[in-house]
């Protein structure tokens, strides 16, 4: 069956695009939807209406969502959840888990659904993309550690870095790196 789509569709195509679907997507979820309509001479007549239609509404929604991407952008999120030594959870960090954290630390909600990502079942940090619009696509940075162990963030990490190394013990910080060497041979032995 091919459609004319009215609206952008996630993963099939932008307004105005003529897209050959499954008659059951098509007849089922599109049409009744109001995304599309049937690729009828008539309508084809129509495209470029559309095309221009939907580019004005994209640009409005585009300007509306930059100032939620900003915040959005590099946002870090932090999980504490019960895993076993291998690193595998009891459970896992949800959509919707993700969801109410953005509402909670950011104060920006999201639909579980404009997240893209699987359930996170083990430890370590990922990259989650947040779909607001077709064009603007946030990413959020989650660490998920395990329950009992010592979150370090980055905001922590940067000022401590920058602190060793001011500090009057300069003779300590050559002699710091001297040590992991002999370690590096005797492993090597």
């Given at each position: 069956m091919k459609v004319l789509l009215l609206k952008d569709v996630y993963k099939l195509g932008?307004?105005?695009d003529i897209k050959k679907v499954a008659d059951g997507y098509g007849r089922n979820y599109l049409i009744p939807q109001a995304m599309a309509v049937l690729a009828t001479p008539g309508a084809?007549?129509?495209v470029e209406h559309i095309k221009a239609r939907a580019t004005v509404q994209r640009s409005i929604l585009n300007k509306e969502?930059?100032?939620v991407a900003q915040r959005l952008n590099g946002a870090i999120l932090n999980y504490t959840m019960k895993a076993s030594e291998t690193g595998k959870l009891y459970g896992s960090v949800t959509n919707q888990m993700l969801a109410e954290s953005l509402k909670e630390k950011l104060g920006v909600?999201?639909?579980r659904r404009q997240i893209d990502?699987?359930?996170i079942r083990t430890l370590g940090e990922f990259k989650v993309n947040i779909r607001l619009t077709v064009d603007l696509i946030p990413s959020v940075k989650v660490f998920v550690y395990r329950e009992g162990e010592a979150i370090v963030?980055?905001?922590e990490a940067a000022p401590a870095a920058p602190a060793a190394p001011a500090t009057?013990?300069?003779p300590a910080a050559p002699a710091t790196p001297a040590a992991p060497a002999p370690e590096s041979e005797d492993t090597g032995s």
């Open positions: 932008r307004a105005g084809l007549k129509q969502m930059d100032a909600e999201v639909s990502v699987q359930p963030t980055q905001t009057p013990a300069a």
